[in-house]
Nanobody
Framework: AQDLVESGGDSVQAGGSLRLSCTVS???????????LAWFRQSPGQGREGVAE???????TYHASVKGRFTIGQDNAKKTLYLQMNNLKREDTAIYYC???????????????????WGQGTQVTVSS
């Protein structure tokens, strides 16, 4: 079984909304330290970039391009990480990945190499 499973990707028109979900496994939740969780995305021909993250101490950070449009959060049981995306733009088209940094005392950030567990990704396509 996978530790992180994304869902919710779809094709939408510019200006529309989508909500992505990431199911977090009990294996991750059972660890003694709180993981940092993040959403990354990768557009065709581009490298992977961080979109939003929740650090282990609860601080939330957004990429400048999505600030004010995207919201990251967790359900009360912390079993689901979500990404609410509003006012979508064509440049938001990408495969979106959920990722976890399970190292002790992780402090968050968008350094891809810090994240040791990744989901398979879900495709988001925005058309004008």
């Amino acid at each position: 079984a996978q530790d992180l499973v994304e869902s919710g990707g779809d094709s939408v028109q510019a200006g529309g909304s989508l909500r992505l979900s990431c199911t977090v496994s009990s294996t991750i939740l059972a660890r003694p330290t709180v993981p940092c969780l993040a959403w990354f995305r990768q557009s065709p021909g581009q490298g992977r970039e961080g979109v939003a993250e929740i650090a282990s101490h609860g601080v939330i950070t957004y990429h400048a391009s999505v600030k004010g449009r995207f919201t990251i959060g967790q359900d009360n049981a912390k079993k689901t990480l979500y990404l609410q995306m509003n006012n979508l733009k064509r440049e938001d088209t990408a495969i979106y990945y959920c990722a976890a940094d399970t190292s002790p005392y992780c402090t968050g950030g968008f350094w891809e190499v810090d994240y040791d567990i990744w989901g398979q990704g879900t495709q988001v396509t925005v058309s004008s």
